[in-house]
C-alpha cells in the first residue's frame, strides 16, 4: 500500500537559517507533490506543486525539489522566520483517477525559535 | 472572497446522537472533498464530489457517514448514530476541478462526541 513519510514530527530551528523537511513515499510513482502548510485551528494552506518532470521549483524563499529515483521531495525555506513556523504536509499525487489522489503525509511541524 | 465556509466550528454531542456538518465551497469550484484528521491518522479524504455527484466514498469509514452535495454551493456530511472514536476535526476543501489539484480548505469543525 501507499506509505509516505515526513521527517522528525518536529524540527526546531534558529531564525534565519534554512529549514528542510523531507518526504518519502513508497509503492507508488506520482506525477506530482504538493506541499500545504497548516497553522493550529486552521485547515492546509497550499504553497507548491511540482511536477515530476520538474527538478526545482521556487516560490519567493521555498524551494522544492523532487527527486522520482530517490521517491523523495525536499522542501526548503530559506531566511526562516518566527512566522514560517507551522506543520507543513506533503501530499504526492499519483496521475489519473483525480479524486481519489489526494493523500496527505503525517506532516512535520516546524519551529523557528527567535 | 469568503474562502471556504464550514459550520458550526465546534460541535460537542453525545454518543448515539445524528451530527450534520455543512460546507458551502468557493464559487466556480467544481471539486468538493470532506476529510477528516486525527492525531492518529492525520489528513484523511472521506469522499470526493464532482459537479455535485459523489465520485469516490471509498475512504468513509462505516455506513455510519453519509454525504450529500444538493447543489453547487453546498454540502453535508452526517454521522448516525455518532460514537466517541468519530471525534476529530473534520475539514471540508474545494478545488476548482480535474484540471487543478490546488485545495482550498475551509476553516474545519471540531467534533466531540461525548
Not at chain 1, 516560490?59 to 506543520?87: C, G, M, W
Not at chain 2, 489528513?43 to 459523489?54: A, G, H, R, W
Not at chain 2, 476548482?96 to 462526541?113: A, I, K
Amino acid at each position: 500500500s501507499q506509505k509516505i513519510e515526513q521527517n522528525s514530527e518536529a524540527l526546531n530551528i534558529q531564525e534565519g537559517k534554512t529549514a528542510t523537511l523531507t518526504c518519502n513515499y513508497t509503492n507508488y510513482s506520482p506525477a506530482y507533490l504538493q506541499w500545504y502548510r497548516q497553522d493550529p485551528g486552521r485547515g492546509p494552506v497550499f504553497l507548491l506543486l511540482i511536477r515530476e518532470n520538474e527538478k526545482e521549483k521556487r516560490k519567493e524563499r521555498l524551494k522544492v525539489t523532487f527527486d522520482t529515483t530517490l521517491k523523495q521531495s525536499l522542501f526548503h525555506i530559506t531566511a526562516s522566520q518566527p512566522a514560517d513556523s507551522a506543520t507543513y504536509l506533503c501530499a504526492p499525487l499519483a496521475r489519473g483517477n483525480y479524486g481519489q489522489n489526494f493523500v496527505f503525509g503525517p506532516g512535520t511541524r516546524l519551529s523557528v525559535l527567535p | 472572497d469568503a474562502g471556504v465556509i464550514q459550520s458550526p466550528r465546534h460541535e460537542v454531542t453525545e454518543m448515539g446522537q445524528e451530527v450534520t456538518l455543512r460546507c458551502k465551497p468557493i464559487s466556480g469550484h467544481n471539486s468538493l472533498f470532506w476529510y477528516r484528521q486525527t492525531m492518529m491518522r492525520g489528513l484523511e479524504l472521506l469522499i470526493y464530489f464532482n459537479n455535485n455527484v459523489p465520485i469516490d466514498d471509498s475512504g468513509m469509514p462505516e455506513d455510519r457517514f453519509s454525504a450529500k452535495m444538493p447543489n453547487a454551493s453546498f454540502s453535508t456530511l452526517k454521522i448516525q448514530p455518532s460514537e466517541p472514536r468519530d471525534s476529530a476535526v473534520y475539514f471540508c476543501a474545494s478545488s476548482l476541478g480535474s484540471s487543478s489539484y490546488e485545495q482550498y480548505f475551509g476553516p474545519g469543525t471540531r467534533l466531540t462526541v461525548t
